[in-house]
């Protein structure tokens, strides 16, 4: 069975396009951003090109950033291009609710909406495959 991976691809403003991929097929689909913009206009606080790893399923959460409506949430944990822990997650951004509004995320990738889609695929294909790779403006696998 081909290996299912996660490609993450974004500009200098930190928007980008999540994408589940097995094989040539994108099967999920979802906008998201990492960081934030400074007073400068630079982009800050992203998260760093490289072959990062998911490793376990999603869990959810209301921490406020991470929350799509009040009280809902969920994130998933990365890990490294080492294959360390890392505080870096995929999880909805908050900024729907008005929280943060502009501030944009501390690293993690954020995506637009509940992305429930994306949630769920990661969940099914973390039940046969140890850990799914993430690609992060990074070159990737091509058929």
């Not at 921490?63 to 291009?81: C, I, Q």
């Not at 993690?108 to 695929?121: A, E, F, Q, W």
Request: with cysteine; hydrophobic share 35%; proline share 4%.
């Amino acid at each position: 069975m081909p290996e299912w991976f996660i490609t993450f691809n974004y500009n200098e403003y930190g928007r980008g396009d999540v994408e589940i991929h097995n094989n040539s097929l994108v099967s999920v689909f979802a906008k998201a951003r990492t960081g934030s913009i400074s007073h400068h206009g630079n982009l800050v606080n992203k998260i760093m090109p490289g072959i990062w790893t998911i490793r376990g399923i999603s869990v959810d959460t209301t921490e406020r950033a991470m929350e799509w409506e009040t009280g809902f949430g969920w994130k998933v944990r990365l890990w490294t291009p080492k294959g360390n822990w890392s505080r870096f997650l995929i999880h909805p951004d908050g900024d729907k609710l008005g929280r943060r509004v502009g501030n944009g995320t501390a690293g993690c990738i954020g995506t637009r909406g509940n992305c429930l889609d994306l949630r769920y695929k990661i969940d099914e294909i973390c039940k046969f495959q140890d850990q799914i790779k993430v690609y992060v403006n990074t070159p990737y696998p091509k058929d």
